[in-house]
């Protein structure tokens, strides 16, 4: 009853089993494997054909498609994963349903019917065949590990061969950007320094004539100052030398015009080949800060000159002024003759004399040409009126000469101070800008080169440009802004510093460009060092199938050791 019973637990565990529809299922499955078999292998044809194709296409091109075909490598990777995990979701199925039933064949044996013993056998068949159709499949899903390791290989040399491709482009590149640099800075060397000439000549031309018309204005005066009969010939003189003056005033004013207008061209120039120009060497910055001194010189001199023909102007201006006091002292020599002719006294008309050469030949004159005269009175309103009103007058002059050189000086200093700064602060600006823009392009240009390839970010395997792309999310900003302000202390130095600056800027920007290539090559390296790690972790799950298919042929041995010994008992019990 008992043996009844089992072999009854055994049929009623076979029928739950439903073999009819996991037959069907395994069918199904089988026929989806087969359609999957081909959609592989016509998929690895196209792939074949792309890689081709790559590999036919011209260096500048395999960049821009080399995208493409990484995308399809990452598919046909993901079709055999998903085909991996439906192979295996069918055979735990099958564990699930199968492994646990209690083994058929030692209630076979107690079975009375030949027939029941003969379909049993003939179900086992099936399930062997079964399980020998799973074994095929996995070992052709070995296969395709195996081919895909391969393609692994393969992939990883293909990155190698494209980071040394993209280093030894970029070395290309700074290398012709140097010369250019350094060519168009040699023609802009050489344009301002015959045009320094050119400016030099003009400004000792103009100097010159600057001479030429302080020597006139001092003749004029030695001539004003001097007192001579014939006033009438003397003012005509005078007036045909102011006009001579105010020609040459004209035609310095005119000189100085095109000076400035020339100086102002030449400022334009340099600050155009400054913004032009990406990264000075040393030498080359020198020259440039060299003729901006030079042109900051031209400007003192030029102001110089301004102040030098003000002077002039306002000599030119005290001219009338200088006549009007000669008409006053001809007129006093007029009174003075009446007086003479009134009284007669020879000492007083010498007196008025020595008086009238105090007035004409300063006071030190007037000393002078009195040392020997202690007879004049010192009472006489007119001979100290017009001692005083002289050493007031040169007090006055030397206290206005004085106060005019300081304040020409002081204006000097401050405008020598404010073009510093301004100096200054159009070299930061520049060199910031610069450093800017060249860093947006050298990012700009690393990430056309390297984002390329990631467009797969929905699968578990990222492609290294994808990868690089995830980990600079920062964008020229984030790698501009701390060389901006690694360059910030450097500008904000002395003058002396700024060659410095300049010299080093090249080379601030060679080590900065290396830097973002290494950190490239880095996130690249560590990608395919992820790559590795994910295809060990593929061969530790293909151990792991390995052992499973060695656990199955043993058990399809001992299988097939019962199904002989059933065989055997059935045509020969007696042996037994």
Known sequence: MASAFNVQSVVQAWKDVGLDILQGQLDRQSLDIVDSQKRTLQSRKRLAEQTKEFRKLPDDRKMADFRGLLKAYQHEIDQLTSHLKASEQAYLEVYRKVGQVADPVPYFEQLLAENERLGQIEL??????LLRKELSDTVRDLSKYKSQESQMTKAKARVEQLEHQMDQMVKERVQEKERQIQQETDEV???????????????THANQMLAQVQDSQNAIQAQALAHQENKDQDVIARLAEVDILQSELDRANHRIARLQSTQETLQRNLAEQETHEASPSGEQAAETIELQQNVVHLNQETLRLREALATREQAV?????????????????????????????????????????????SLGSWETGTSGTEDLSVDDSLERLLLETNKRLQSDLTTCKNQLSQSRKQYDETMTKLRTANRHLEEKETLVRMLEEDLTQVQAASWDQGSTPGGAGETSIHSPGEFTTKKSAGGPLASTSPLARAASPALGRTPSGISLVAAGQDSNSHHSLTQILTGQRNRLKQR?????????????????????????RQDNVKLYEKIRYMEAYQHDPGQF
């Open 124 to 129: 086992l068949e099936s399930e062997n065949k």
């Open 189 to 203: 060397i050489q344009h301002l320094r015959d045009r320094e000439m050119s400016l030099q000549k003009q400004l």
């Open 317 to 361: 201006a005290k001219i009338p002024q200088l006549e009007n006091q000669l008409q006053v002292k001809d007129d006093e020599i007029h009174r003075l003759q009446e007086r003479l002719g009134t009284y007669r006294d020879y000492s007083e008309l010498k007196r008025e004399l020595q008086v009238l050469k105090a007035v004409e030949f």
């Open 528 to 552: 395919v060092n992820e790559l590795e790690s994910e295809i060990e972790q593929y061969k530790h799950e293909l151990g792991d199938l390995k052992t499973q298919l060695s656990t199955l």
